[in-house]
């Protein structure tokens, strides 16, 4: 436990340093706030990892040049408040919508991260609505092409530790 007491004295020390030289509306305010997350989840405090990651989405809410960010987020939000035990089905819809806004799809590895995230989370989801059948229907072909692009880069990673080494020994030819 000592070293991740000694890692959120620095996350605290830089949260500090930043909200007072950038604001609390800064993308590096909100990276830190996201880190002090990450640092909570990590001791197993899910509710408290999950106030810091709103804390890091607030930041960015009216920023449309973060908005990546902003969903992946509010994405983890949710993740970490369902893993602290709260009913989340209900925000099933408003993550669907974020997820499929136009600026969010031309960015892949945040659209990856995001599906990732809610992959899990949407496994038995039924909508119940026709605009959310819609947006299921549509986030479906992407939600396929990032598991798809996922297990293409595990059997990469698979066949190169497979791979033989390079021999030292020279090529005649």
């Known amino acids: 436990m000592g070293r991740w007491d000694e890692a959120q004295q620095y996350v605290v020390k830089a949260l500090g340093i930043v909200e007072k030289g950038l604001g609390t509306e800064h993308s590096d305010t909100a990276t830190t706030r996201s880190q002090m997350a990450v640092l909570k989840e990590g001791l197993g405090n899910h509710a408290e990892a999950a106030r810091w990651m709103q804390k890091a989405a607030q930041g960015l809410e009216r920023k449309r040049d973060h908005y990546p960010d902003f969903v992946r987020y509010m994405v983890h939000y949710t993740r970490l408040r369902h893993l602290a035990g709260e009913d989340i089905a209900s925000e099933f819809p408003a993550l669907l919508k974020l997820a499929s806004d136009p600026l969010l799809s031309a ?67």
């Open 107 to 173: 960015n892949m590895p945040t659209l990856a991260n995001v599906f990732g995230v809610l992959e899990p989370l949407l496994d038995g989801y039924s909508p119940e609505d026709e605009e959310n059948k819609r947006l299921m229907n549509r986030l479906y072909p992407i939600l396929v092409e990032v598991r798809s692009e996922r297990h293409r880069r595990e059997r990469e990673n698979a066949s190169s530790e497979e791979a033989p080494e390079d021999s030292d020994i020279d090529d005649p030819g």
